[in-house]
């Protein structure tokens, strides 16, 4: 396994990250302790999980993943072996309020006792008393995200970045949160939350993590840059696009107990030349005797923008097959072939 450096923190991180957001949904207790056991084996130390997880968002399943992580963190003894990323809620108009996140019901916004509800719940669940990451999930401000296609008319309410970075500065001056990050964020948000922490001498964003696959390459219009010219590295999530990149729901195919069959949540892959898009990465893929899965993985992880790409398996098997690909060697023919199939068919799934 190669590590890479988080921002400018110092902090090593694995460049494969292991994903949670299906303990506690689609995994028991008991899977998601062998996945860590097995991920850890493998170098992979460096985990992703989120106070609203497991996924799809409910009450009765908030925290949940937290919790598992906590127990399997208790039992093995290896916290200070293990880079711990966390995330808050943002604007909770996103999901219908979330108002069921907060004790007193409140709608979800990134406010300072928000905030340092969240941190302090999470630590609980997680049973440390320091996490090595925490993100931001989402925007407070109104934008589009989570693969929104049109404009969205913006509003001046959302929390000040300052006031942000001032409630997660008193987290750092305490221990609890060593560096920061942000998620689903876009130029502008990052742009202001750069100056902000050098006016005032408050936390520097160290990552960011956004969707990015084979079939949304729309970081590199505008983030990419800012990344690499800013020490802002990308935690690329859903690299599989949830699964499509497997090949696994081409012509209609829809596995039992896959996340389309339990949830069908899975609109943001499913727009307007998605599938041809798919079956085309999936086809080079298999012309070159490759594993789908492995293809896509290993095309996010030799992006030079990216610190980290984030993995999720509900199976061992799909978990071995995902860290497996961090190994496979990446030609300039792939390069050539996979940019090829971008320019005829460019970000479908945003």
Sequence with gaps: MQYSKLGRTGIDVSRCCLGTMTWGSQNTEAEAHAQ???????GVTFWDTAEM??????PETQGRTEQYIGTWLEKSGK??????????????????????????????RQTKA??????????????????????L????????????????D????????????????????????????????FPWGVMRFLQESEKRGLPRVASIQNAYHLANRVYEYGLAEMGIREDIGLLAYSPLAQ???????????????????????????EGPGAEEAFTAYITLARDHGIDPAQLALKFCDTRPFVASTIIGATSMEQLKTNIDAF??????????AVDAIHVQRPNPCP
């Design 53 to 58: 997880y497991a996924s799809p968002p409910r």
């Design 114 to 135: 928000q905030i340092d509800e969240a941190v302090e719940n999470s630590l609980k669940r997680l049973r440390t008393d320091y996490l090595d990451l925490y993100q």
């Design 154 to 185: 913006y509003d001046d309410d959302y929390e000040p970045f300052e006031s942000i970075l001032e409630a997660l500065d008193v987290h750092v001056k305490a221990g609890r949160i060593r560096a920061i990050g942000l998620s689903n964020e």
């Design 79 to 108: 916290r200070d072996r293990i880079v711990l990323a966390s995330k808050v809620a943002g604007r909770g108009s996103v999901f219908g309020g979330l108002d069921w996140i907060r004790a007193d019901k409140s709608n979800a």
């Design 243 to 269: 699964g499509w990149l497997t090949g696994k729901y081409l012509g209609g195919a829809l596995p039992e107990g896959s996340r389309k069959a339990l949830y069908n949540r899975m609109q943001r892959y």
């Design 137 to 152: 999930h989402w925007p407070d401000r109104a934008v589009r995200t989570f693969g929104g296609m049109t404009f969205k």
């Design 36 to 42: 860590m056991d097995y991920a850890f084996e493998r």
């Design 327 to 336: 190994d496979l060697e990446w030609t300039p023919e792939l390069e050539k």
